[in-house]
Nanobody, 122 residues
């Protein structure tokens, strides 16, 4: 069983930066695909970024050039560095992991973090 624990997030002004962390307890996720999703009030959960099992990365168009997903050197944690934040980035952010597939749809993930609020003020 993989338990994902998230940290980071908070309140920031537009143009600012935040870093989210996703760490697995109980076992390593070094060979897992790890994705970040977000959900704003009244909206569906949407894909943000993925680091695939090969360590290749992918991004939603609306975060390209602003967000960076990475693994730490120990391959225990996955980070989402968010720069040049905009008010429309306000949402609860979730990390998710899968050992088998590299997918960008939330329905395909069984392991989820607890979610963390990101609020960007204008």
């Amino acid at each position: 069983q993989v338990q994902l624990v998230q940290s980071g997030g908070g309140l920031v002004q537009a143009g600012g930066s935040l870093r989210l962390s996703c760490t697995a307890s109980g076992r390593t996720i070094s060979n897992y695909a790890v994705a970040w999703f977000r959900q704003a009030p009244g909206k569906e959960r949407e894909f943000v970024a993925i680091i695939r099992r090969s360590d290749n990365t992918g991004y939603a168009d609306f975060v390209k050039g602003r967000f960076t997903i990475s693994r730490d050197a120990s391959r225990i944690a996955v980070y989402l560095q968010m720069n040049n934040l905009k008010p429309e980035d306000t949402a609860v952010y979730y990390c998710a992991a899968d050992p088998t597939y590299d997918r960008s749809q939330s329905k395909d993930y069984d392991y989820w973090g607890q979610g963390t609020q990101v609020t960007v003020s204008s």
